[in-house]
């Protein structure tokens, strides 16, 4: 076997392996605030959106450390033990206690800032410049296809379930825990890739400013390195911009990933099909998610016309979302009790405008996405890990923020906050697009600061 093709061999286990993990963690999310909700007649007090607060919190602050432990012990070894920490989170839904409910949120919010971190290694170790674009294309199709399996399941498993029994709940996350131990264990089949001569002399030629600048440091000097680069970067025109838009995307990933399978679950006018349109929710974003990110994601490479246009389709497909949620969906259904709510909107609620707007989140999710990591790329060519990783930071404190909101808010003031953050967002957007050409010309040293 050619080291072409075990490189893209190991493409596929890396992103058999996240789809496997994340069928059961995506799914786990998505359920997790119905789970609890009909829990929290026990001696069990918690709650999904703080718990999610609690990770996405957690893991914007380990991004500063993430570096130091791939550094240490490795791609394959990180992603193996974060994988450990995933499966120790959902199976605390089996028997949840919480203390524990919330111990393991803060460990997984270690674990997913390790895990990404050794996920992007991972990929730039077995991709090239010629290779990139499809092997970043293989792992996206492969992670987002997780949305179908595992909420496929709850649909059909929770199919005219009006309350969520112990065993109901057992079944499933027993389930999902095996699931995510799978894909953990797959790791272990991802091999060092081999170098033929001629891709060794284009690496070397390509990393020449970077051994300079880390040759006889210690892991932890590189780490401290980056982190300084990534302060840098914070203060810059640039950056400052695509901030706004980086905080929408995490604030209607937090949206579409976990308040609005909540909502749905808690529509009373559903009847009895309320619960497993969850999973129904769930495999619309996915199809949005993977279509917008498919058509898209290919686009950025060869697009004359720039990002612009499929970032405006982005927000005007989120606004149309919003328009027909505010109008579909109970006031109070991200708030609501064990028991529903039997509310109005300002129509009767419809089953099928409910999964059409799912669709429609995973669909604009896409749209911004695949740019901003498109515009990302393009602008920090030569140092991009301190733009990804200020990136992946501001993305979390905003999911983590519109998660400890989401307990509290009604619909329409969550739906209200992200109209106006998107309205933003992407205004900002198309300032650094229309000015990137002459960031970079100006700037083709800038890996230097």
Same mark, same amino acid.
């Given at each position: 076997?050619?080291?072409?093709?075990?490189?893209?061999?190991?493409?596929?286990?890396?992103?058999?392996?996240?789809?496997?993990?994340?069928?059961?963690?995506?799914?786990?999310?998505?359920?997790?605030?119905?789970?609890?909700?009909?829990?929290?007649?026990?001696?069990?007090?918690?709650?999904?959106?703080?718990?999610?607060?609690?990770?996405?919190?957690?893991?914007?602050?380990?991004?500063?450390?993430?570096?130091?432990?791939?550094?240490?012990?490795?791609?394959?070894?990180?992603?193996?033990?974060?994988?450990?920490?995933?499966?120790?989170?959902?199976?605390?839904?089996?028997?949840?206690?919480?203390?524990?409910?919330?111990?393991?949120?803060?460990?997984?919010?270690?674990?997913?800032?390790?895990?990404?971190?050794?996920?992007?290694?991972?990929?730039?170790?077995?991709?090239?410049?010629?290779?990139? =674009?499809?092997?970043?294309?293989?792992?996206?199709?492969?992670?987002?296809?997780?949305?179908?399996?595992?909420?496929?399941?709850?649909?059909?498993?929770?199919?005219?379930?009006?309350?969520?029994?112990?065993?109901?709940?057992?079944?499933?996350?027993?389930?999902?825990?095996?699931?995510?131990?799978?894909?953990?264990?797959?790791?272990?089949?991802?091999?060092?890739?081999?170098?033929?001569?001629?891709?060794?002399?284009?690496?070397?030629?390509?990393?020449?400013?970077?051994?300079?600048?880390?040759? =006889?440091?210690?892991?932890?000097?590189?780490?401290?390195? @980056?982190?300084?680069?990534?302060?840098?970067?914070?203060?810059?025109?640039?950056?400052?911009?695509?901030?706004?838009?980086?905080?929408?995307?995490?604030?209607?990933?937090?949206?579409?990933?976990?308040?609005?399978?909540?909502?749905?679950? @808690?529509?009373?006018?559903?009847?009895?099909?309320?619960?497993?349109?969850?999973?129904?929710?769930?495999?619309?974003?996915?199809?949005?998610?993977?279509?917008?990110?498919?058509?898209?994601?290919?686009?950025?490479?060869?697009?004359?016309?720039?990002?612009?246009?499929?970032?405006?389709?982005?927000?005007?497909?989120?606004?149309?979302?919003?328009?027909?949620?505010?109008?579909?969906?109970?006031?109070?259904?991200?708030?609501?009790?064990?028991?529903?709510?039997?509310?109005?909107?300002?129509?009767?609620?419809?089953?099928?405008?409910?999964?059409?707007?799912?669709?429609?989140?995973?669909?604009?999710?896409?749209?911004?996405?695949?740019?901003?990591?498109?515009?990302?790329?393009?602008?920090?060519?030569?140092?991009?890990?301190?733009?990804?990783?200020?990136? +992946?930071?501001?993305?979390?404190?905003?999911?983590?923020?519109?998660?400890?909101?989401?307990?509290?808010?009604?619909?329409?003031?969550?739906?209200?906050?992200?109209?106006?953050?998107?309205?933003?967002?992407?205004?900002?957007?198309?300032?650094?697009?229309?000015?990137?050409?002459?960031?970079?010309? +100006?700037?083709?040293?800038?890996?230097?600061?």
């Amino acid at each position: 076997m050619n080291p072409e093709t075990k490189k893209l061999l190991n493409i596929i286990v890396l992103g058999t392996a996240f789809m496997f993990m994340f069928t059961a963690f995506q799914t786990c999310g998505n359920v997790a605030q119905t789970v609890i909700t009909n829990l929290n007649h026990t001696d069990f007090h918690g709650s999904g959106y703080t718990s999610m607060a609690v990770i996405y919190g957690v893991f914007s602050a380990s991004n500063l450390i993430s570096p130091s432990v791939v550094a240490i012990i490795g791609p394959q070894l990180s992603m193996f033990v974060s994988g450990i920490f995933y499966s120790i989170y959902i199976a605390v839904f089996i028997q949840p206690s919480t203390w524990s409910f919330y111990t393991a949120s803060v460990f997984l919010g270690i674990a997913a800032a390790v895990l990404w971190t050794a996920q992007g290694n991972c990929l730039t170790i077995n991709s090239n410049e010629n290779t990139i =674009g499809r092997n970043s294309g293989i792992f996206w199709a492969l992670l987002q296809s997780s949305l179908f399996f595992g909420n496929l399941y709850i649909y059909f498993a929770w199919q005219g379930k009006l309350h969520i029994s112990e065993n109901d709940r057992r079944t499933v996350f027993i389930a999902l825990t095996v699931i995510s131990l799978v894909g953990t264990v797959l790791f272990f089949l991802i091999r060092t890739p081999e170098e033929s001569n001629s891709e060794e002399e284009d690496a070397d030629a390509s990393t020449d400013n970077l051994i300079e600048r880390t040759s =006889g440091q210690s892991n932890m000097t590189r780490a401290v390195d @980056a982190f300084k680069r990534s302060i840098k970067l914070c203060v810059t025109k640039e950056i400052l911009l695509l901030s706004i838009t980086t905080a929408y995307t995490g604030l209607e990933l937090t949206f579409f990933s976990g308040v609005y399978g909540t909502c749905i679950g @808690a529509v009373n006018k559903f009847g009895t099909e309320e619960k497993s349109l969850i999973g129904l929710s769930g495999i619309f974003i996915g199809i949005g998610e993977i279509l917008g990110g498919g058509i898209f994601g290919l686009l950025s490479k060869n697009n004359r016309f720039g990002r612009n246009p499929v970032v405006m389709l982005g927000i005007v497909v989120h606004f149309v979302a919003f328009y027909l949620i505010f109008y579909n969906m109970p006031n109070d259904a991200p708030i609501a009790s064990i028991h529903g709510t039997d509310s109005i909107a300002f129509m009767e609620p419809s089953k099928e405008v409910a999964i059409f707007c799912s669709f429609l989140l995973g669909l604009g999710d896409s749209c911004f996405n695949t740019q901003l990591l498109s515009i990302l790329g393009f602008l920090y060519s030569e140092d991009s890990a301190p733009a990804f990783a200020v990136f +992946k930071f501001i993305q979390s404190v905003c999911a983590a923020i519109a998660y400890f909101y989401s307990n509290y808010l009604l619909l329409q003031w969550q739906l209200l906050i992200m109209a106006v953050v998107g309205f933003f967002g992407t205004l900002s957007f198309f300032t650094v697009e229309w000015e990137a050409p002459a960031f970079v010309a +100006k700037n083709t040293d800038y890996s230097s600061i």
